[in-house]
């Protein structure tokens, strides 16, 4: 899969997308995703509003390299999905506002917001914020001061997910405020790990 930066992407509205809390201990997480073996298209409602949810079976875990900055920031050297998928408000473009990423581990699930997507030819490749440290504040000038990843995946024109190599990566970077010399922001592919998680086993710390 073409890889998309974070910040080439067009930014997507977020009103209405809830951001997964992935508990304790799981304070970031970025991997690159192989193997997904099958997309499962199902339709569900949420009140009176029906969306189109479509799943690729992932159940493995992944791993980031050691690192004393992204120790200290929070970012977690693993990460274990059971499933990951995309949900499209029904009658509605893709990625549209109700739109969002899903998933599902073995310690949380809930919806991730699609910060942004790259237009395909059969498709397109979206973006969705994986995990935010949730720190908030202009930091330190020159200093990393924010961790957070996000997951990179692939939909049809229908919004159903494409089987194939997904992408997760971890950034650390500094605040959002003007520095004259700002820190340079490090980027993380996580790699996968030789077994998959047991059902029920925690992430590791």
Known sequence: MKRLSLFSVLLLPSCAAAQATLGEGAAGAATLLRDARRATPVVSSVGELPFHDSWLKVDACWERSADADADALGLPKRFC???????????????????????????????LHVSGALRENDGWAPVANLWDDGRTGAGTCGALSRAFAAVYYRIDLGGNMKPGPLEVRGFLMGSGALCAKPAKTREFLYQKISAPVPAGSPIAR
């Open 81 to 111: 999905l059971r499933r990951l998928g995309h949900r499209t408000a029904a009658d509605s473009h893709p990625l549209g506002w109700r739109s969002s990423a899903l998933v599902e581990s073995d310690f949380a699930e809930g919806s």
